[in-house]
């Protein structure tokens, strides 16, 4: 920035520009959008189910009936998206459940895509929800195997594309899983399905909360071994830089608000449709603090979603992208 061209007080006052409510918002170099908006949902069997969960205020597991109701109410507020978790009935070694023609994710896409055929679809592809020790890939001997996992995240993406999905979002963190989802979405006629990789995601103390909605917490170790290692900066573009190779169409910096750096970078160095997920733990600590009253929920909640699309976010996954939409809402 040339400083010459700034003046000098008293003919340069910035505050000019901030006198009143109609004069910021014609100047805000920053927007929030209901359009910008994917709420995510957790999906379990059963009839009339809305199962609380104690760190998560707001968040529901939630069996199809209630999910489509969910996701007609976040519809008509003006939510283009929504983003379907599984939690399966029962695990296993191989995660079964995770592409089984009839699994969970896949009734619920069906069933959303029936009753309500504009609204977007987007599915997580992972592992851990369905296996039974809790991690992202298959194990042995303790490991956490890459090339052989690649084959069932593949699998998941393709039944996911055949109940309907809109988009399919890998989150695992396996190496090359773009590249083998994308292959076998070709090989099974999916050509036009888009594919959000989680591209830099973290190994993130914020995610606590959510293991416990979607009952896949590991059960031994962590998964450092594959997800991020949050001292890395450099580290998350060569990430994303593969993700894109491999053929992501759009990219997503998990979490957000501690990694707003990344989420810059990400966007300037690719300028592919970037998402920011608030992860649970954002979404806790918001929550705890205003029950408290130490904050105001509706203030900080979007504050955060502002910094995020300053930072260079696109799309906005967030716990409370209904509250957000009525917040947005001209008065």
């Not at 006198?19 to 209901?34: D, F, G, I, Y």
Request: proline letters at 5%; one cysteine or more; a neutral charge.
């Amino acid at each position: 920035m040339n400083l010459s061209v700034l003046g000098n007080f008293p003919v340069n006052r910035p505050r000019r520009l901030r006198t009143s409510p109609a004069l910021r918002r014609l100047v805000a170099e920053t927007s929030l959008n209901v359009n910008q908006l994917v709420l995510p949902l957790f999906a379990r069997s059963g009839k009339k189910l809305r199962r609380p969960v104690a760190a998560m205020p707001g968040v529901f597991q939630l069996s199809p009936d209630e999910i489509l109701r969910e996701a007609t109410q976040a519809q008509e507020l003006g939510v283009p998206a929504v983003l379907l978790f599984g939690i399966p009935d029962q695990k296993d070694a191989k995660a079964s459940g995770a592409y089984a023609k009839n699994g969970i994710v896949q009734q619920v896409t069906r069933r959303l895509k029936k009753e309500l055929p504009e609204l977007l679809v987007i599915t997580d592809v992972c592992l851990c929800e369905y296996m039974e020790h809790g991690h992202c890939g298959i194990v042995q001997d303790g490991k956490i195997l890459n090339d052989p996992s690649l084959r069932l995240l593949a699998r998941t993406a393709a039944s996911h594309a055949e109940a309907g999905a809109d988009i399919v979002a890998p989150s695992d963190m396996m190496d090359g899983r773009v590249r083998a989802i994308r292959a076998e979405l070709d090989n099974e006629g999916f050509l036009e399905t888009p594919i959000m990789s989680y591209a830099a995601k973290f190994a993130s103390a914020f995610y606590g909360p959510f293991r416990e909605v979607a009952e896949s917490a590991p059960s031994f170790g962590d998964r450092r071994s594959y997800q991020m290692d949050a001292a890395n900066g450099n580290e998350a573009l060569r990430e994303v830089a593969l993700d894109i190779q491999e053929g992501a169409d759009l990219v997503m910096v998990k979490p957000a608000l501690a990694y707003l750096d990344i989420l810059r970078r990400v966007k300037t160095e690719f300028g592919l449709p970037t998402a920011a997920y608030a992860v649970s733990g954002e979404h806790a600590m918001i929550k705890a603090a205003a029950a408290n009253g130490w904050i105001d929920e509706r203030a900080v909640t979007l504050e955060s979603l502002l910094a995020m699309r300053r930072a260079g976010a696109d799309i906005l996954i967030t716990y409370a992208a209904m509250d957000v939409a009525k917040w947005l809402k001209p008065a």
